[in-house]
């Protein structure tokens, strides 16, 4: 199937390693212009190196600290460097934030920026050239906790608000041709990762979790996720506006 992905000018936030990197990865395979975000520049240069394999278009990284710098103004400046974005993934976010039900406002706040404020503050700047122009996808990688509500409660909360935001800006955005999305991932293991930690240090607790809530009975990899967000960025993606996609091994 022809994704229509090629050449499309597509903006990955959170790109350096994990779920965020083989999104980029896969992109770049089906031709896409990548612009690459994250705090580790030397990782950034890694990723630079592969996707040039996969196709010669101008690809380039910018070095960020989305949650000490400005979003909306580092937004404007990759728009003006880059032009206006076809593609929008906005990967950066996870569970490691305080998990204190009863924590202050400043943990709740921390929670919800990382997880949704810095794409809304994004969003922001880069959904209205899109609507001008008549053409745009935008996926959030959101969480299965967002539906399931169980876990840390700051994280699930935020992720909870994402998904929310996206169905009702969504909406608001569907005449334009811009379409929001998110994907919201069960348990995913890579090499590094929280869940890859987990099945090392605690492998009976591990397994246990696995059977218990995860129905497929194993981790998901990076690539299944890339996959689905490859699709909601596509043309066939059209009719798939405010869509909360969950890619979970059937969570539980
Ligand atoms: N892995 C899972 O099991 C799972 C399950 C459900 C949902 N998710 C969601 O999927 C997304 C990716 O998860 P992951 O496990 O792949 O996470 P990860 O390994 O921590 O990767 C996150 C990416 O965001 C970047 N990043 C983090 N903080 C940043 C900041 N302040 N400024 C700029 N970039 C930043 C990281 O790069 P640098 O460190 O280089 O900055 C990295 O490229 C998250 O939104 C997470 O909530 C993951």
Redesign the pocket.
Known sequence: MDLGIKGKNTLI?????????NIATAFAKEGARLTV????ED??KDLIEEISQYNDLDHKYYV??????NPNELAKKWLEERGVFDIVV???????VSRNALGTIEEWTHAWM??AG?AIDMNNVLIQPMIDKGWGRVVH?????AKMLRGNPL?ASS?AFLNAYVTTVGRTVAPTGVVMSAV???????E????DNFTRTDPARCEDFLRHHQAVNR??T?QE?ADAVLFMASEQASFMQSALIPV?GANM
């Not at 975000?37 to 580790?40: E, F, P, T």
């Not at 960020?64 to 710098?69: C, P, W």
């Not at 919201?184 to 890579?190: D, E, I, K, L, Y």
Request: glycine share 14%; no cysteine.
């Open positions: 936030v959170g790109a350096s390693k994990g779920i965020g990197r975000i994250a705090r580790s990782l950034l960020a600290d989305l949650m000490e710098e906005h990967n950066v976010g996870g569970s490691l990382f997880n810095l990688i959101s969480s299965i906790s994280y992720k919201m991932p069960g348990a995913v293991a890579f590094g990762s929280y869940w981790f998901g990076t996720i979970d």
